[in-house]
């Protein structure tokens, strides 16, 4: 690598880590305002630091393309407000060649963000699931290949799927329990619906075993489930998925698929975890471009922040946009997750053809 490109991948390299300090420490600084009042009641002051350490990387993987963007356009102002550019121009480097570098950092931070958000996330995810457990009383459980797992005073429960926008529970299963761990009754149902201040089933397998071990199945309708928190205060449960990797989700929604239930909504959360990961590299198509023909010689770093916001807010409406369509059911899962990315792409790329070599 030449000493040019070395230069202008450092200065890149370190606003990247400048631009996800600030940005990770703004979030923390928001969170934890909004979390003070309870924290301060319940919790000690070592658990709630380590809680917010817990975020971390989540946050990371989040503003990540923020970060990115921001540091391919202010690096690029700077550089335009002293002149180099021009310089290089005319020198006759190729200032496209010369900028490889970036291409190459957006590809391995795009990497990066997938590897942490396969190893490193998931688990920082679950441990905030366990505090919010232990300090917060929250309802959460544990996730794998058959759904959502959590125990309460009435029994074990096994969830496939949470729709909270449909108050609406599917593939459930009650394991009724006496202490210390014996068996008394089952309760089976593919749907359970929030229906007058409690979950009913419209129709469900009830199971009861007698101490001898016999076992009497009968079939119900409108079945209570009893022992279950409201709806609100499954929103951690409903969320779980976020705690899975890529291979962990994929088995998930390939046994979710072959019991006949909906993973449209998984699928997408799992097109994400690839598709989202790779915006770092195309911020740096979008970014070089605009850096080049917007910034001049004047206000690069104000003009450059404001961009980044323009951009990055375009890009989170269209991926709004486009993963509601696709929970919806207009479009499939895939073209919902691939579509911003495509469409950035698309943009950045057009754009790079019109910088001035």
Do not use: C
Not at 171 to 200: A, C
Not at 251 to 265: G, K, M, P, V
């Amino acid at each position: 690598m030449k000493i040019i490109e070395r230069y202008i991948l450092a200065e890149f390299m370190k606003l990247f880590a400048i631009a996800v300090l600030a940005l990770t420490t703004l979030f923390l600084m928001i969170d934890v305002f909004e979390k003070m009042d309870v924290f301060m009641k319940n919790v000690p002051v070592f658990a709630s630091v380590s809680f917010f350490l817990y975020k971390v990387p989540s946050i990371v993987g989040q503003i990540s393309p923020v970060a990115t963007l921001l540091a391919a356009i202010i690096s690029l102002g700077i550089f335009s407000r002293h002149g180099e550019l021009t310089a290089m121009k005319a020198g006759g480097i190729q200032l496209l060649r010369v900028l490889f570098p970036l291409f190459a950092a957006g590809l391995v931070i795009s990497g990066t963000v997938v590897v942490m958000n396969e190893y490193v996330t998931p688990l920082s995810l679950k441990k905030m699931d366990s505090f919010k457990a232990r300090w917060l009383g929250a309802q959460v459980g544990s996730t794998g290949r058959q759904g959502m797992w959590f125990r309460t005073q009435n029994g074990i429960f096994n969830i496939r799927q949470v729709d909270l926008r449909k108050n609406t529970l599917q593939g459930l299963t009650f394991y009724m329990i006496d202490r210390p761990f014996d068996l008394k009754g089952l309760v089976e149902s593919r749907l359970v619906v929030w229906k007058d201040g409690k979950w009913s089933a419209p129709q469900a397998s009830v199971w009861s075993f007698t101490p001898e071990g016999a076992a009497a199945m009968r079939e119900e309708k409108d079945v209570t489930v009893g022992g279950l928190v409201e709806p609100e205060d499954l929103s951690s449960v409903e969320t779980m998925q976020k705690n899975m990797g890529i291979k962990e989700l994929w088995n998930y929604i390939r046994d979710l698929e072959a019991d006949h239930y909906d993973a449209t909504r998984y699928r997408i959360e799992l097109y994400d975890k690839i598709s989202f990961p790779l915006v770092n590299l195309i911020m740096v198509f979008v970014g070089i471009p605009f850096a080049l023909f917007k910034t001049g010689r004047h206000g690069a770093v104000a003009t450059g922040v404001g961009l980044s916001i323009v951009i990055a807010f375009s890009y989170w409406v269209v991926f709004a946009l486009t993963k509601s369509l696709g929970q919806g059911g207009f479009i499939t899962p895939l073209v919902a997750a691939a579509f911003p990315d495509l469409l950035f792409l698309a943009a950045g790329t057009l754009l790079l053809g019109y910088v001035r070599q």
